[in-house]
């Protein structure tokens, strides 16, 4: 049974960080890209970024291009999502998936297992 905890969430300032952890268990980490969503209220769910198997390959949507940074460590089964720079606009429940295979994808579809949610809330 595949499982999926993020944590690190919280209340944070405008201009502030987090790090968001996502720890997947239940199937052989290494043979799965991992990616970061994030759903406002009253909005629908979006793509945040995502990393390949071996952490060599990453991808981010342009909201959070250049502050946030995707990375995982195989040996902890962990994938982690470090934003910097955060504002009002970054507040969302941040869900993280675990692919269908290696290959990273940046559509809802191409991931088949979901985390609970942590819910960041930046204050302006």
């Known amino acids: 049974q595949v499982q999926l905890v993020e944590s690190g969430g919280g209340l944070v300032q405008a201009g502030g960080s987090l790090r968001l952890s996502c720890a997947a268990s239940g199937r052989t980490f290494t043979h799965y890209a991992m990616g970061w969503f994030r759903q406002a209220p009253g909005k629908e769910r979006e793509f945040v970024a995502t990393?390949?198997?071996?952490?060599?390959?990453?991808s981010y949507a342009d909201s959070v291009k250049g502050r946030f940074t995707i990375s995982r460590d195989n040996a902890k089964n962990t994938v982690y999502l470090q934003m910097n720079s955060l504002n009002a606009e970054d507040t969302a429940v941040y869900y993280c998936?675990?692919?269908?295979?290696?290959?990273?994808?940046?559509?809802?579809?191409?991931?088949?297992?979901w985390g609970q949610g942590t819910q960041v809330t930046v204050s302006s």
């Open positions: 990393i390949d198997w071996s952490g060599g390959l990453t």
């Open positions: 998936a675990q692919s269908q295979g290696v290959v990273p994808g940046t559509l809802s579809y191409a991931y088949d297992y």
